[in-house]
């Protein structure tokens, strides 16, 4: 039986470079939804549709009479349009190929059901009103997608490459701890974010049940864990010229200093609206760093020129 797409691969064929843009673009999209959950929580419009999958029960769309934050929330709905495009693209690209790529297109295909978790998860979490533990669910799922993309655009840009970089076993557990370390650390940024004024709206929805200053020191504490072990990776890269890895240690580094200082920023300036933002940002380009950081640290070691048949 020929499918679409066997069809479609029978006649036509994509090259490398149209399956590193498409998978680029659907990492970019991931961003972009988290960000625009994080416009909606901060701008205080989390119930500006209070429906779902229509806005209202009587429009798919909000009406004029709704005001700005129905807008706000319905746009941010509309951004699933555009990241469904955009892992179409790469399910499409990848299928496409003249030389198949079957786990990029596996991970193509999972990021395209994480996109249908995050859409149910979303609907749920305006059915509950916004209870701040399915906030917090719904942002997870939301970086699982992220996670998925990352990994998708990463393997992307080693197609081309002759031989694959090589890794140690020690440079493996170092890279297993600072993803688990950096997991923790998210989902430590949920229960802050669920016991502060950016739980979800700014009106009246209950808070998770921790002490904000609290959880926002032991957040804070994680992240200095997650920056040490980096920086652990680096040395020990740089000192066993594991080239790939140390490149990515490093810019890990350089993007976490960044989130770091917009933390603390943002902490000592009573959230305000941008930083809070940009700190979300700033998450997500730390969770990239770290989900490429150990992909490079798990990648299989080179065979000796000299064992090879």
Not at 72 to 98: K, P, S
Not at 223 to 245: E, G, H, Y
Request: hydrophobic letters at 55%.
């Amino acid at each position: 039986m020929i499918t679409p797409f066997g069809w479609l691969a029978s006649r036509y064929t994509l090259e490398r470079r149209a399956l590193r843009a498409a998978s680029f673009t659907a990492l970019a999209a991931a961003i972009l939804i988290i960000v625009g959950g994080g416009v909606v929580r901060v701008t205080g419009s989390g119930l500006g549709c209070p429906d779902w999958p229509a806005c209202t029960d009587g429009s798919l769309a909000p009406t004029a009479q709704m005001g700005i934050h129905a807008t706000i929330e319905f746009a941010n709905r509309m951004l699933t349009t555009v990241l469904c495009v955009a892992v179409g693209w790469v399910i499409i690209a990848a299928r496409l190929q003249r030389e198949p790529v079957p786990t990029i297109t596996r991970w193509a295909w999972l990021q395209f059901w994480l996109v249908v978790l995050n859409a149910v998860l979303g609907g749920v979490t305006v059915w509950v009103k916004l209870n701040p533990f399915m906030v917090a669910g719904h942002f997870l799922a939301a970086t699982l997608l992220l996670t998925a993309a990352a990994i998708t655009w990463d393997k992307t840009q080693n197609l081309e490459a002759s031989e694959p970089p090589s890794s140690t076993s020690e440079l493996r557990r170092w890279g297993t701890i600072a993803v688990i370390i950096n997991a923790v650390l998210v989902v430590l940024g949920t229960a802050v974010t669920g016991s502060g004024p950016h739980a979800g709206d700014s009106a009246d929805v209950p808070r998770m049940g921790f002490d904000w200053l609290s959880i926002t020191l032991i957040h804070a504490i994680a992240a200095f864990a997650a920056l040490a072990v980096t920086l652990i990776i680096w040395r020990k890269a740089k000192t066993q010229q594991v080239a790939a890895v140390s490149r990515k240690a490093k810019i890990y580094v350089l993007v976490f200093a960044a989130q770091g200082v917009i933390g603390i920023v943002q902490a000592l300036t009573h959230l305000p609206e941008l930083l809070v933002v940009c700190h979300l940002v700033g998450s997500a380009l730390v969770w990239i760093g770290a989900v490429r950081l150990m992909l490079a640290t798990h990648a299989p070691a080179q065979v000796p020129a000299a064992t090879r048949s």
